[in-house]
C-alpha cells in the first residue's frame, strides 16, 4: 500500500514531462527560410518581371531576412492559407528580397523602395510587369497576435491584382 503514492508520484511526473517535451516541440516549429543572400536579386527580379509579362500578373516582393521571425511566419501563412496561396497564385509572382548582413542589397532597395528603411520587415514591394512600383506595404498592419489578419492580407493582395 505504500507503494500507491509513488506509483502516483511517478506517473503523473512522466505525464507533465510528455506535456512539456510536446510544448517546446511546437514551440520550436522550423519555418522555410525562402531569403536567399547570394542570390542576384535584380538579375532574379529582372528574370520574374519578365515571366510577369508574358502570363499577365505582378510581382510582389518580400522584403526581409531568414533572421527575421515575422518575415518567415508570413511565407508559412500565405502557403497554409489556401484562399491567399490560391489569390497569389492567380495573379502574382513572389519574390523573397534578402536584407542582411551578408548582403543588404542596397542597389535594389534603392531603386524599389528608397524609403524602405523606414518599415519594419517584413514589407511588400508590389511591381506592374514593367517593373513600375504600384505600392509599398508595412505588414505591422496586417499583424493579428502573433499572427496574420486574413481579411487584412486577402485584401492587401485584391487591392493590387489586375
Known amino acids: 500500500m505504500k507503494f ?3 506509483l502516483w508520484i511517478f506517473i503523473m511526473v512522466g505525464v507533465s ?22 542570390a542576384d536579386a535584380q538579375a532574379e527580379i529582372d528574370s520574374l518581371l519578365a515571366i510577369a509579362k508574358k502570363e499577365g500578373k505582378r510581382l510582389v516582393i518580400q522584403a526581409g531576412g531568414n533572421w527575421c521571425i515575422w518575415c518567415l ?67 505591422g498592419s496586417l499583424e493579428a497576435g502573433k499572427g496574420y489578419d486574413k481579411a487584412k492580407v486577402l485584401a492587401l493582395f485584391n487591392a493590387y491584382k489586375q
Open 73 to 139: 511566419r508570413f511565407n508559412t501563412y500565405i502557403q497554409e492559407e489556401k484562399e491567399i496561396a490560391k489569390l497569389l497564385a492567380d495573379n502574382f509572382l513572389y519574390y523573397h528580397l534578402n536584407f542582411s548582413k551578408e548582403n543588404k542589397n542596397e542597389a535594389v532597395f534603392n531603386r524599389y523602395a528608397p524609403e524602405g528603411g523606414k518599415l519594419g520587415y517584413p514589407f511588400f514591394i508590389i511591381l506592374d510587369e514593367k517593373g513600375q512600383v504600384l505600392g509599398i506595404k508595412d505588414s
Open 17 to 38: 514531462t510528455t506535456s512539456v517535451a510536446q510544448t517546446e516541440i511546437n514551440a520550436t516549429k522550423v519555418l522555410e527560410k525562402p531569403y536567399h543572400p547570394e
Open 4 to 6: 500507491i503514492p509513488y
